[in-house]
């Protein structure tokens, strides 16, 4: 099946620090992936769309400029959260769709623990 | 609005069939309908996918109306390890609209 990987898998930052996390699809192409974050015991809640080649589209209230978003090639997106802080704390998962297919396949997702 | 309804929580036995249904009142003609399977601190898990009448997989079936305004995930003999969060996603070929509702916390118990 195909295979969407995360990295870091966790990490622990600072306050006011940025920290970049990687979405990967590792055997197929996707134009289009998707940022999650998650909080104990809740739903997904989806943060941005990522468009390779263009820019991301966010939901309402996500902040694009606290949550940078870069999708440079058909396998790669990367999450950028700039100046974090405690409450930006939470698990981040991104998913990949395979254009083939339109199926959607996420991530392990990145533990996020800003201090 | 939401755009699926499934009940918070159920309880069922080790061997027995488990039934979750969601609702989608406003499901559009586009929108198909997929289902996943989370555990804790893990990232979601595709089980199933379907546009209309019934879809079945090695792991489990999926039951669509004619009106497609509901879709019931139908785990077989479900084991303690099939306790998770399921959650039921409407959308569409046709655009972006990747969210999620609450989810059912499905627990298996012995």
């Known amino acids: 099946g195909a295979v969407v990987s995360q990295h870091p898998s966790w990490v622990i930052c600072k306050s006011g620090t940025s920290v970049k996390i990687e979405c990967r699809s590792l055997?197929?192409?996707?134009?289009?992936m998707f940022w999650y974050r998650q909080f104990p015991k809740q739903s997904l809640m989806l943060m941005a769309t990522?468009?390779?080649?263009?820019?991301?589209?966010?939901e309402q209230g996500v902040e694009k400029d606290k949550f940078l978003i870069n999708h440079a090639s058909l396998t790669l997106s990367t999450l950028t959260v700039t100046s974090a802080h405690p409450e930006d704390s939470s698990f981040y998962i991104c998913?990949?769709?395979?254009?083939?297919?339109?199926?959607?396949?996420f991530g392990p997702g990145t533990r996020l623990t800003v201090l | 609005l939401a755009k699926t309804t499934q009940p918070i929580s159920m309880d069922s036995y080790e061997g027995q069939e488990v039934n979750i249904t969601c609702s989608h009142n406003?499901?559009?003609?586009?929108?198909?309908i997929t289902w996943y399977q989370q555990f804790p601190s893990q990232g979601p898990r595709f089980i199933i996918q379907?546009?209309?009448t019934k879809v079945t997989n090695e792991v489990a079936s999926l039951f669509i109306p004619a009106d497609r305004k509901s879709s019931t995930l139908s785990l077989p003999r479900v084991s303690l390890s099939d306790t998770a969060v399921y959650y039921c996603?409407?959308?569409?070929?046709?655009?972006?609209?990747?969210?999620f509702g609450a989810g059912t916390r499905l627990t298996v118990k012995p």
């Open positions: 379907g546009y209309k």
């Open positions: 055997d197929f192409q996707a134009t289009t």
């Open positions: 990522s468009n390779e080649g263009s820019k991301a589209t966010y």
């Open positions: 406003n499901i559009a003609t586009n929108d198909y």
């Open positions: 998913s990949a769709r395979r254009e083939v297919t339109l199926e959607q396949f």
């Open positions: 996603l409407v959308a569409s070929y046709n655009n972006n609209d990747m969210r």
